[in-house]
């Protein structure tokens, strides 16, 4: 997935977490944060960042903060990017079976998963996905603070496992550069063991990391998953 319009700055703080304020095009701007997540690790004072710019009129601030620099690498932190790369990733058939059907936002139960799949031999499954970017020693971590949401997506994509469905839980890890993916037990040891049970269950876990440049982000490669 691409960004129309991107132009690199310099991140100089986060009054809250819907906003930033970014040193670019020579003056100080006052940027939406595309990611509501904590993002300490990443969101320092000095960094350089990548913004997405926005037709002057169409929103309240006028660029959103996707990006970040870390350790000479980007970081996409763009809390849609995952969903949209997600689907480019799906048309190419990765799960082993053709995919001819995928549908955005479905229901099952009182749960919206992000991804309804049919194959062409009569498959169907739901796919669950969850963005990253946590990394600490090269390993990435989910969530950087306690989901209940996510919590409760796990538990409805066993109980559609146990109805015949497929399901799958997809980390997509906004970087590159990392060993392996874990849950964040010390942040919210509760997912990590939901993980577990779900992957006794049927439900198979995936992790993949991220080509991501600053115009934008691919999933490229399998990652190991240790839970």
């Known amino acids: 997935m691409e960004y129309k319009d991107t132009v690199e ?3 100089q703080a986060r009054p809250n977490r819907f906003l930033a304020r970014v040193e670019v095009e020579g003056r100080e701007e006052l940027c939406h944060v595309k990611n509501t997540g904590r993002c300490r690790e990443l969101l320092i004072p000095g960094v350089r960042v990548v913004l ?14 996707i990006a970040a620099e870390k350790q000479g690498r980007w970081v996409n932190v763009d809390s849609q990017a995952p969903n949209q790369a997600a689907e480019e990733w799906l048309r190419t058939s990765p799960l082993g079976w053709p995919v001819s059907r995928i549908q955005r936002e479905v229901f099952f139960g009182d749960s919206r998963f992000d991804f309804y799949l049919e194959g062409g031999k009569g498959e169907r499954a739901f796919l ?3 963005g990253v970017t946590l990394e600490v020693g090269g390993i990435a971590r989910f969530p ?3 989901t209940e949401r996510g919590l409760r997506h796990i538990h409805h994509l066993m109980k559609a496992a146990a109805e015949g469905y497929g399901a799958y839980l997809l980390f997509v890890i906004q970087m590159k550069g990392v060993d392996r993916w874990e849950p964040n037990w010390e942040t919210h040891p509760a997912f990590g063991e939901a993980v577990r049970e779900a992957a006794a269950s049927g439900v198979r876990v995936l992790a993949m990391d991220c080509r991501v440049w600053p115009q934008g982000m691919a999933l490229d490669s399998p990652v190991p998953c240790s839970f």
């Open 52 to 65: 997405e710019r926005h037709p002057l009129g169409k929103r309240k601030t006028r660029f959103s903060l």
């Open 9 to 11: 700055g310099v991140f």
């Open 128 to 130: 669950e996905v969850k």
């Open 144 to 146: 950087d603070a306690p």
